[in-house]
């Protein structure tokens, strides 16, 4: 186990109470082929605090991937006030890290280079930040790589190195947008694990977007439940799970009753 | 660099054998059918005579010194087309606006047949070698620009995003995704480039030369030199298949992640 020897410079001046994310009424139109708007997002409106796990749940379609990526300032939103630490986004974020659902590595660099893409786009000093790019790839287990290229590695091992790219600019945020979808269910089972030890060891505000209610209540501190037609947040429901959690949680009471609740959520509503 | 499993060890296959074996029989059966059906020499020459030729050309130093000045033309025209095909094409992927403007025009210079063009470009190059080295480049542009275009838009929209998600500049995105990830497109497309460019300093010198293979074409064509023409025919493709393995080594050290990436266009 290793931990960053680069103390996060994100420490908050407002405190921890501050939220990362700030998001008020928050509404997305679009304009579908014949013109006539389309609502994706009904006003949403979410706190994303200093370091905590969020989770957020949903059918596709429900929103939820484009509730990120107008965090992350890849979309605008049409309404609604959108602030990251208290000033409002009107585009990307340097201090934002985000995984996407497939790993979206450079097949021409090596690991270490698709993991310093970051500091090569934002102009960091290279030499400063190759420390800690190998003690990422350390967490994520795969120093042994750091000179190998994507395609020698398995799909697992690929999503990891987009990770440890998400984290090397020290980031506040993580923003994951479906990470394990591609993945067999037995390497993402690891790969839970993997993150919730991630998160913990990095003290990183991690936003995690998925439509598997064990894996969301599994992961999350606290899990945002999103239904479709217009995506709009049900419940917020705060895990009760403990802090250190191993895959043995996910057959505790408290787990099964959890995962229970969300899906009556969506078995009510005929989703 | 990745390991590759060519470079594990040289291991017999069957084509090794095959391979000359079905030169060595088309070699004979064009012999024989030139001896034994007493075809004469103005009109197909037997391997043997071709072989005679091929030999004297190489030997009195006409093959080397003309191939060389074709080749000169090809590969001058080439750079430009590839240099050219590069710029444009980056700027036509980009802009939306600069493909619609351009696009009928680009339609009409690729749908006329080149070759038409080449005396055109004689009367104001002269019978020199610039006029060879236009004639190649305009040639060997359009499949360069065609693929330059498809594989800067063949990128996933995720690279793009990522690159978005990091503040990255358009010169930023076009540098560090889009160009290197197109790279095995446009190679495809140089692959292609490469012989078209040898195909218009030939038309070139067809048109109107006084040095190079294509002009030792016409003129032993004149003589009824068929011989002659068959050799220099073999210069050609000699030099053809050097340019296509040069391009080939090139590809895999460039883009050595898309080795099996070379579909051919056009």
């Known amino acids: ?271 | 660099m990745p390991k590759m499993d060519s470079a594990a060890g040289w291991r017999f296959r069957p084509e090794y054998i095959l391979i000359p074996a079905l030169f060595v029989i088309i070699v004979a059966a064009w012999e024989g059918t030139c001896y034994f059906l007493k075809i004469p020499s103005y009109l197909v020459p037997p391997p043997s005579m071709i072989w005679r030729a091929f030999v004297a050309g190489v030997g009195s130093g006409s093959y080397i010194w003309n191939a060389l000045y074709t080749f000169a033309e090809a590969f001058g025209g080439f750079l430009i087309a590839a240099v050219l095909g590069l710029v444009l094409g980056a700027l036509i992927a980009q802009s939306p606006l600069a493909e619609k403007t351009l696009y009928p025009y680009l339609i009409t210079i690729q749908t006329t047949p080149k070759v038409a063009i080449a005396p055109l470009f004689v009367i104001w190059f002269g019978f020199g070698i610039t006029s060879k080295i236009v004639v190649a480049a305009t040639v060997a542009f359009f499949p360069i620009l065609v693929n330059v275009i498809a594989g800067l838009r063949a990128i996933e929209p995720d690279k793009i995003e990522l690159m978005r998600s990091l503040n990255a500049s358009k010169w930023q995105i076009f540098r560090m995704a889009q160009l290197p990830n197109a790279l095995p497109i446009i190679f495809a497309g140089l692959q292609v480039a490469v012989v078209f460019s040898i195909l218009g300093a030939i038309v070139g010198e067809f048109v109107g030369s006084k040095i190079g293979l294509g002009n030792l074409i016409l003129q032993a064509n004149t003589n009824l030199d068929t011989a002659g023409v068959f050799g220099a025919l073999a210069c050609l493709s000699i030099m053809g298949i050097l340019l296509h393995v040069a391009m080939t080594w090139l590809q895999r050290r460039l883009v050595f992640w898309a080795n099996d990436a070379s579909i051919p266009t056009s």
């Open chain 1, 1 to 271: 186990m290793v931990t960053l020897s680069i103390v996060s410079s994100n420490s908050p001046a407002a405190g921890r109470s501050a939220p990362v994310i700030e998001a008020r009424d928050l509404v997305k139109l679009y304009a579908a082929r014949d013109g006539r708007p389309i609502q994706a997002l009904a006003p949403v409106s979410l706190d994303v605090k200093e370091g905590e796990f969020l989770a957020i749940v949903g059918p596709s379609g429900c929103g939820k991937s484009t509730l990120l990526k107008i965090f992350a300032g890849l979309i605008p939103h049409s309404s609604g006030h959108l602030a990251f630490r208290g000033r409002p986004i009107s585009g990307p974020q340097r201090d934002m890290g985000i995984v996407f659902q497939s790993s979206v590595l450079f097949p021409w660099r090596t690991v270490l280079d698709n993991v310093l893409l970051p500091v090569d786009v934002l102009k960091l000093p290279r030499e400063k930040i190759v420390k800690r790019a190998y003690e990422l790839l350390d967490i994520v287990g795969l120093s042994d790589f750091a000179t190998r290229y994507p395609n020698e590695l398995s799909g697992g091992m690929q999503q990891r190195v987009s990770i440890a790219r998400a984290l090397v600019h020290d980031p506040a945020i993580v923003l994951m947008d479906e990470p394990f979808g591609a993945l067999d269910a037995m390497t993402r089972e690891t790969m839970n694990l993997e993150i919730r030890r991630i998160w913990k060891e990095s003290k990183k505000t991690i936003l995690f977007v998925t439509h598997s209610i064990p894996e969301a209540v599994f992961l999350g501190e606290r899990v945002v439940i999103m239904t479709p037609r217009p995506g709009r947040i049900a419940e917020i429901v705060t895990t009760s799970l403990p802090a250190e959690r191993d895959l043995d949680a996910m057959s505790s009471a408290a787990f099964g009753e959890q995962t229970r609740h969300i899906r009556s959520y969506f078995n009510s509503r005929g989703i």
